[in-house]
Nanobody
Framework: QVHLVESGGGLVQPGGSLRLSCAAS????????MGWFRQAPGKERDFVAA????????YYADSAKGRFTISRDNAKNTLYLQMNSLKPEDTAVYYC??????????????????WGQGTQVTVSS
């Protein structure tokens, strides 16, 4: 089992940057495929990015490609999301999620077993 806590959200102007962090408690962080999802008011929870437990490729929603970078530090039990060139439409609550040994379905919320409480990102001038 793993407990996830996001941080790093806040208010940023369009074109700005933020780095979200997700601290994971529990053992064997390196065996968990990790993801970021976001949910805007009145909308469904949408996939943002994922990084498999086995390393290798990372995966992004079209809206995130070229602007966001997902990474992990297994020694620190921490997942990151670097967000650049932020737009007002990126405004949402961002959630960290995990699933042990997951090798498929990265973009599907139901594929993940553990979720953080979320951190608010607001992009506005």
């Amino acid at each position: 089992q793993v407990h996830l806590v996001e941080s790093g959200g806040g208010l940023v102007q369009p074109g700005g940057s933020l780095r979200l962090s997700c601290a994971a408690s529990g053992r064997a962080f390196g065996t968990y495929t990790m993801g970021w999802f976001r949910q805007a008011p009145g909308k469904e929870r949408d996939f943002v990015a994922a990084i498999p437990w086995s390393g290798g490729n990372t995966y992004y929603a079209d809206s995130a490609k070229g602007r966001f970078t997902i990474s992990r530090d297994n020694a620190k039990n921490t997942l990151y999301l670097q967000m650049n060139s932020l737009k007002p439409e990126d405004t949402a609550v961002y959630y960290c999620t995990a699933s042990q040994y997951k090798t498929y379905g990265y973009a599907t919320p139901g594929a993940y077993d553990y979720w953080g409480q979320g951190t608010q990102v607001t992009v506005s001038s």
